[in-house]
């Protein structure tokens, strides 16, 4: 039996999607599990081209080629070892990687046949590996003494954490959150990535040896300082978090609301934590015409769990249309089909009410000529405003860092223009001796994969700089005889 190259007899297929009118009333992943015969079918349209752009645009040149053909023949184990060699957490990248954007918008045979499903086969390995118990905590061959301090359970400080405790270093994760993954678990909802798959990572790691100490921000007399006394080396993994504003009359009044206050709230409640704001209805979108600015995956987030939560309405505001959004245009796709309208080319100039917010006022706007990178630039058309009807505004556009020498008190922790941790780039050090940076506080507001592959390339730097000054330089050796 033929187990490659079916694509021109087999058409693209996604594992089912649940219907619409379900999925409005529940926060459960949308995507049903692959089939095992529909994750092989999928899997042997792959055309095993000789230069793999699927790899090459997949941030953690992960070898799809080789687990797509071993998922073909049925090698699952093998497909498993592939894909696990170079991610900490394919089943996550699987669900949440903007795949039209990377491994799959760059598929070969996207160009007439519709590209592999790369990111269902990836999860549908990676599932079958927990199911069949093939997935190890990291067991690392011998023990070292010494240690390293993580400031961050994101996805840069686990994938870190993992590579280091295989190579048998004493792993010690700081977060400020009473639970591990960061953005994972308190921004990313449950319809994209449900909470037990990131505690699934978490409870390997943790019978692996890592130590967690959560509930324990860095900062003031918990000290960057400290953490560096108490281990050889520090990786700071921190993530970034201060909403970025628009300045437009009306932005403090009522029920107008950052989106990751939102989105966390959400979460929690889904968690069945205790939340005053969303049960005071603050947080709550329920039976509200909802307003969400921005066009990124995180106003996909919010205008999606608005509908969740039972708005009357929902709609998005982006200054630019469809096509340059920088959001995933699946998400676009599944946001529709749950009935969220977007309004292209609209940049709000005013939020109108008297205490509370109750509607937004907004400028049409026009995409100018493109520049010289091609990006066009959104211009407003004078004298054409649209108001539209709202009781909850979130906004969502995007995210800076926050300041990082004042909140670590450390002045002489270098920062780039953006606010961001400056590193080298070739030993992924900081302007401090044996303080590495990984993730987002470092590129700026990025996707998972990109924290993943940072954290890895972080552990290898951090081994290299243990191991220098492990190994005595001859001529000290020679002296010390
Ligand atoms: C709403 C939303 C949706 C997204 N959707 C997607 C998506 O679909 N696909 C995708 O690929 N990416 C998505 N992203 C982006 C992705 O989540 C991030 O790029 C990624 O999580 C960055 O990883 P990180 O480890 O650098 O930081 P984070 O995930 O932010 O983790 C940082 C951790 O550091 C901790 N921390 C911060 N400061 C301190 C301190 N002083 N002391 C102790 N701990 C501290 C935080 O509590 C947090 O746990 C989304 C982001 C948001 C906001
Ligand atoms: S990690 Fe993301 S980009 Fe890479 S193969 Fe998996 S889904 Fe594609």
């Not at 793999?52 to 184990?77: F, S």
């Not at 509200?288 to 708005?311: P, S």
């Not at 507001?445 to 954290?455: E, H, I, K």
Request: proline content about 5%; charged content about 25%; glycine content about 10%.
């Amino acid at each position: 039996m033929q187990h490659l190259l079916r694509f021109v007899a087999l058409d693209k297929a996604m594992p089912d999607k649940r219907d619409p009118a379900e999925r409005r009333h529940d926060f459960r992943e949308i995507y049903q599990e692959f089939a095992a015969d529909r994750a092989r079918d999928q899997a042997s349209r792959c055309s095993q081209c000789g230069i793999p752009y699927c790899q090459v645009h997949c941030p953690l040149g992960n070898n799809i080629p080789d687990w797509l053909m071993l998922t073909a023949e049925g090698r699952l184990a093998e497909a498993y070892e592939v894909a696990a060699a170079t991610n900490n957490m394919p089943e996550i990248c699987g669900r949440i990687c903007p795949q039209d954007r990377l491994c799959e918008g760059n598929c070969v045979i996207e160009k007439g046949f519709s590209s592999v499903t790369i990111g269902s086969v990836e999860k549908y390995i990676t599932e079958t590996a927990f199911a069949e118990g093939w997935v190890k905590p990291p067991q690392p061959a011998r023990e070292r003494a010494q240690s390293v301090g993580i400031i961050g359970a994101g996805p840069a400080g686990l994938a870190a954490a993992d590579q280091l405790r295989r190579r048998g270093y004493q792993v010690h994760v700081y977060d400020r959150y009473d639970r591990v993954g960061g953005l994972l678990v308190y921004g990313i909802p449950n319809f994209k990535l449900e909470k037990q798959v990131v505690a699934r990572r978490h409870q390997l790691l943790l019978s692996g040896g890592v130590v967690f100490h959560l509930n324990a921000e860095i900062s003031g007399a918990a000290s960057l300082a400290a953490l560096r006394r108490r281990h050889e080396a520090v990786l700071i993994a921190t993530g970034v978090y201060k909403p970025r504003e628009i300045a437009c009359p009306g932005i403090g009044l009522g029920n107008v609301v950052a989106a990751l206050d939102y989105l966390t709230a959400s979460n929690r409640k889904g968690l069945g934590d205790p939340v005053p704001a969303f049960d005071s209805g603050r947080l709550d979108a329920a039976g509200k015409h909802v307003a969400v600015i921005g066009g990124g995956d995180t106003a996909m987030d919010c205008v999606r769990t608005a509908v969740r939560q039972g708005a009357a309405s929902v709609r998005c505001l982006y200054r630019r249309d469809r096509k340059n959004m920088p959001g995933s245009q699946r998400e676009v796709h599944h946001a529709e089909e749950e009935g969220v309208e977007f309004v292209w080319l609209a940049a709000p100039e005013a939020l109108i009410g008297d205490d509370v917010v109750r509607a937004v006022r907004a400028a049409r706007m026009h995409l100018s000529v493109a520049d010289a990178d091609g990006r066009q630039a959104p211009v407003p058309i004078a004298g054409s405003h649209v108001e539209l009807a709202a009781d909850l505004v979130i906004t969502a556009l995007g995210f800076d860092p926050e300041d990082m020498p004042r909140l670590f008190d450390a002045p002489e922790l270098g920062v780039t223009r953006w606010g961001t941790i400056a590193i080298d780039f070739g030993s992924m050090m900081t302007s401090l001796d044996g303080v590495f940076a990984a993730g987002d506080i470092v590129r700026g507001a990025s996707l998972v994969v990109w924290a993943v592959r940072d954290g890895r390339d972080a552990a290898e730097q951090i081994h290299a700089y243990l191991e220098a000054k492990t190994v005595q330089p001859p001529a000290a050796a020679a002296a010390a005889e």
